[in-house]
C-alpha cells in the first residue's frame, strides 16, 4: 500500500527531478516508510512506501525486472503472489525478496501487460517499457485502487491522488462543470471525470498505454462483472456451502502481511463475518468501532449508534476492541481535512470513515473491510423491487434514474446552478452517462424481473462501490492505513456472480413497500424508514456457523452518522456559517438562494435534506482549498 506518481513527457523533453519530488510530496501521506525515484530522461517515476509485504529494503519501489526492461510503481496488494510466484520460479525466474511487487516485475517479463489480468488484489499500477519506450497504466478489476491521470499532448502526469498532479507546473486548476452537474445530480460521478478540469480516473479493468506517438489516451478494459450467466439450476444448499469456503478462503488470502492487521466491526453481519474468521488467525485481533452521540438525535437516527452489537461480536470473537464516539461538534474541524484527503467528491458522510481509520492507524497497518457484500449478495431489497416490475427497458431506466439523482433532480437543476454553469452544461447529460453504465454492456437483458433485479446489481457495482471504494482509500491512506475487502475477492466475486436472484432476495412476489431512504424527491412527503431482513438470505444463510444468531436475524438498515439531527441541532450554526457567508466560494457555481432554501427547509421545517447539505458543505470547502488556495493544518 503505497502513493505513487509518474511524469512522462511524450514530447521527449527530459523530465524535472525537482519537479517529480515536489508531486511526490503532496501525498507522503500515503507513504511514510520511505521514499524511491526513477527518472531516465523523459520518464520520472515516484514512490512512497506503506511497507506491508517485506518490510526490509529488498522491498522497495520503484522496482525493476532482473533484466532491466520493466521498472514499476505499484500501489495494492496482490493476494495470490506466492502462487505466480512458484509458476515463474518454474520458469526460471530469480527472486530478491518476499515482495509481491517483485513478482509483478517479473510476470511482466514472462507474459507481458497481459499479466495484469491474473492478479487477485487490488492495484494501480504504472510499468515502464525500458525496451520499447512505453508507458502502460493499470488498475484492478474493482477499481479498489485509485489511479488518475491528466494529458495535454506532451505530457501525462499519474498518481494514486489529484493533489500530486495538479502540483505540476503546467497544470491550472478549473472545475470540470460536466461532473460538477453529475455530483450534484448521483452524489457521485459515474462518468471518469473529476471536479478537476481535465484529471481522469483510469477506469477498473483498464490498461493504457503511452508512447511517443501517442495524441490521447485509449482504453484496453479486459474484465467487467456479468449477472447475465446465473446458474439456474443451484442448489440453495450448494450456494451456501460454497459462499461459505470461498470466503472463508478470501479472508484467509487477505491476513498475509509482516505487519499487525486488525478488523472493522460495525453491528452488522459482514464486518462481524469477517472478524469472525479473522480472529481463528490472530490471537486478540484488534476490532474498531465507530459510534455517535445519541443524546440530540431523534426519530430513525436513534437506532444508527452500533455499539452494543459491535461490542457483543467482539466478546464473542475474544477481540481486543476499540470503539471511537463521534458527536455533533466533530464536523467542524474534519470536515476541511476530509475534503482534502478526498479531492474527488464521491457518495455520503464520510467522516466517520476518517475517525474509525485515524482510530486503526494507531494499532495496527492494516485492516479489514466489509464492503461489497450487500452489492454482490443484494444487501437493498427496497432498491431492488424499486424496478422489479418494471416493463422494458426504458420503464426501467425512467425508474432506476428517478431513484438515483439522489441529490437534485434534472428538473431543479436550473435553481441549483449559476447562469455561468447553466451556459456551460446540458442539464440532461447525467441521464444519458446513467444509461451508458448498462449500454456499455451488451449481454443485459430487460424481459423478466429476475433481469431487472440484476441489472440492478450491476449498475451498483459499477458506479455506487467504486465510490465507496475511493472513500475509503483516500480515508484510510490520510492515517498511513490500509484497508483491504475480502467479499472484492476475484474467486468470490465469480461465484457470487453465478448464484440466482432466488437465493439472494427471499420473496420475488410479495408486495413490498418502495420507500427511498434518500428522502430527496418528494420532499414534502414523510416516508418512513422500513427495515428489511430479505437481502443476502444466502449469505445469511453462510454466515450462520460464525456469528450470533440475533446479528444473523438483525433486520437491515440504513447507517450514517445522525447528520440529519445534527444539521438542526449543534451544527445548524456551523452550515449557516459556512454557507450563508458573504465568503462563500461556491456561489460562483451554486445558487445562494437555492443553498438558503435547502438549509432553511432543513432546519426550520423538518424537510430532510441531510445528503444535499452534507455536498454544499464539501464543495465549499473543496472550492476553499483547491480554488482558493486555503491551507489545511
Same mark, same amino acid.
Given at each position: ?95 530478491? =525478496? ?17 499479466? @495484469? ?109 456479468? @449477472? ?59 476490532? @474498531? ?325 452534507? =455536498? ?18
Amino acid at each position: 500500500m503505497c502513493g505513487i506518481v509518474g511524469v512522462f513527457n511524450v514530447n521527449k523533453e527530459t523530465v524535472d527531478r525537482k519537479v517529480l519530488k515536489s508531486m511526490s510530496a503532496k501525498i507522503v501521506h500515503r507513504g511514510p516508510d520511505g521514499q524511491g525515484f526513477f527518472v531516465s530522461d523523459n520518464i520520472g517515476l515516484a514512490h512512497n512506501r506503506l511497507a506491508i509485504l517485506d518490510i526490509s529494503k529488498n522491498g522497495a519501489q520503484p522496482m525493476s525486472s532482473k533484466n532491466n526492461r520493466w521498472t514499476i510503481v505499484f500501489n495494492g496488494c496482490i493476494y495470490n503472489f506466492s502462487e505466480l510466484k512458484q509458476e515463474l520460479k518454474a520458469k526460471g525466474h530469480i527472486f530478491n =525478496s518476499e515482495s509481491d511487487t517483485e513478482v509483478i516485475c517479473e510476470g511482466l517479463e514472462e507474459y507481458g501487460i497481459s499479466f @495484469f489480468e491474473r492478479l487477485n488484489g487490488m492495484f494501480a499500477i504504472g510499468a515502464w517499457d525500458n525496451e520499447n519506450k512505453e508507458l502502460y497504466l493499470s488498475r484492478d478489476r474493482f477499481g479498489i485502487k485509485p489511479l488518475y491521470y491528466w494529458f495535454n499532448g506532451k505530457t501525462i502526469c499519474f498518481s494514486s491522488e489529484i493533489k500530486a498532479i495538479i502540483e505540476h507546473p503546467d497544470y491550472k486548476i478549473d472545475v470540470d462543470l460536466i461532473a460538477l452537474n453529475e455530483y450534484f445530480t448521483f452524489q457521485n460521478v459515474f462518468s471518469f471525470n473529476t471536479l478537476f478540469k481535465g484529471v481522469t480516473m483510469l477506469p477498473p479493468a483498464n490498461t493504457v498505454k503511452v508512447n511517443s506517438e501517442s495524441t490521447f489516451i485509449e482504453h484496453n478494459s479486459w474484465w467487467d462483472y456479468d @449477472f447475465t450467466k446465473t446458474d439456474e439450476s443451484m442448489s440453495f444448499e450448494f450456494a451456501q456451502s460454497e459462499t461459505k469456503r470461498l470466503f472463508e478462503q478470501a479472508v484467509t488470502r487477505q491476513m498475509i502481511a509482516d505487519v499487525p492487521v486488525g478488523s472493522y466491526l460495525s453491528g452488522g453481519m459482514d464486518s462481524g463475518s469477517i472478524t469472525a474468521v479473522a480472529s481463528k488467525h490472530v490471537d486478540r485481533l484488534p476490532t @474498531f468501532t465507530c459510534g455517535f452521540d445519541m443524546s440530540e438525535t431523534t426519530g430513525r437516527e436513534t437506532n444508527f449508534d452500533e455499539r452494543k452489537d459491535a461490542e457483543l461480536m467482539a466478546n464473542h470473537f475474544k477481540t481486543e476492541h476499540f470503539e471511537q464516539v463521534m458527536n455533533a461538534g466533530d464536523i467542524r474541524w474534519s470536515l476541511p481535512k476530509l475534503v482534502y484527503h478526498l479531492e474527488d467528491l464521491r457518495v455520503g458522510m464520510s467522516y466517520p470513515s476518517y475517525y474509525i481509520s485515524r482510530l486503526a492507524s494507531k494499532f495496527v497497518k492494516v485492516c479489514l473491510q466489509g464492503t461489497g457484500g450487500d452489492e454482490l449478495f443484494a444487501g437493498y431489497p427496497w432498491r431492488y423491487y424499486k424496478v422489479f416490475d418494471s416493463l422494458s427497458k426504458k420503464d426501467f431506466f425512467d425508474q432506476y434514474y428517478e431513484f438515483w439523482q439522489r441529490l437534485v433532480p434534472d428538473k431543479e437543476k436550473e435553481d441549483l446552478f449559476t447562469k455561468t454553469v447553466l451556459d456551460n452544461i446540458d442539464i440532461s447529460e447525467p441521464r444519458r452517462v446513467f444509461e451508458r453504465v448498462f449500454t456499455f454492456n451488451d449481454k443485459l437483458k430487460y424481459d423478466t424481473p429476475e433481469a431487472h433485479i440484476n441489472n440492478s446489481l450491476y449498475f451498483e457495482i459499477k458506479t455506487f462501490l467504486p465510490g465507496l471504494f475511493l472513500v475509503g482509500d483516500k480515508l484510510a491512506m490520510a492515517h498511513g492505513l490500509e484497508e483491504r475487502f475480502p467479499f472484492m475477492d476475484n474467486d468470490l466475486v465469480d461465484f457470487a456472480m453465478k448464484i440466482p436472484v432466488k437465493h439472494k432476495l427471499g420473496d420475488l412476489n410479495k408486495e413490498i413497500e418502495k420507500i427511498d431512504e434518500n428522502q430527496t424527491f418528494d420532499r414534502k412527503k414523510s416516508i418512513s424508514y422500513r427495515e428489511f431482513d430479505d437481502g443476502k438470505n444466502v449469505l445469511r444463510k453462510a454466515m450462520s456457523d460464525f456469528i450470533p444468531k440475533e446479528i444473523i436475524d438483525r433486520k437491515k438498515q440504513g447507517f450514517s452518522a445522525p447528520d440529519e439531527s445534527w444539521y438542526r441541532g449543534e451544527n445548524a450554526d456551523y452550515v449557516k456559517e459556512l454557507l450563508f457567508s458573504d465568503n462563500t466560494v461556491s456561489t460562483k457555481y451554486i445558487n445562494k438562494e437555492y443553498i438558503h432554501k435547502i438549509v432553511n427547509e432543513h432546519i426550520e421545517e423538518g424537510i430532510n435534506h441531510r445528503l444535499l447539505i452534507w =455536498s454544499f458543505m464539501n464543495f465549499e470547502w473543496w472550492c476553499k482549498i483547491f480554488i482558493n488556495g486555503e491551507k489545511i493544518d
